[in-house]
């Protein structure tokens, strides 16, 4: 029921692409479109490999090295990802 409430906008926007593709391509095609997509594209790569170097730094802390506190850090680490 839950994933069901989720895919009910997804649904709507697929379905609302495929009642008119000459109009979502015309709108992708649009110049005040490409820019935010631009933005959006950079700022998920730049978000994507922010995150793999902390959390491999951080991993590699915990793991293979004696920092002070390195339980506590084990606990801290994975934080933002309950918290959003």
Do not use: C, K, Q
């Not at 906008?9 to 992708?28: E, K, Q």
């Not at 933005?39 to 293979?64: C, F, K, M, N, Q």
Request: charged residues 15%; aromatic residues 4%.
């Amino acid at each position: 029921m839950v994933a069901a409430l989720f895919a009910g906008p997804l649904v709507y926007l697929v379905a609302h692409a495929l009642a008119g593709p000459t109009d979502a391509l015309d709108a992708l095609e649009r110049a005040d479109a490409l820019g935010p997509l631009r933005r959006s594209v950079v700022l998920a790569v730049t978000v994507s490999i922010g995150a793999t170097v902390v959390g491999t730094g951080l991993a590699w802390l915990t793991t293979r090295s004696d920092v002070p506190l390195r339980r506590m850090w084990r606990i801290l680490a994975p934080l933002p990802l309950v918290v959003p």
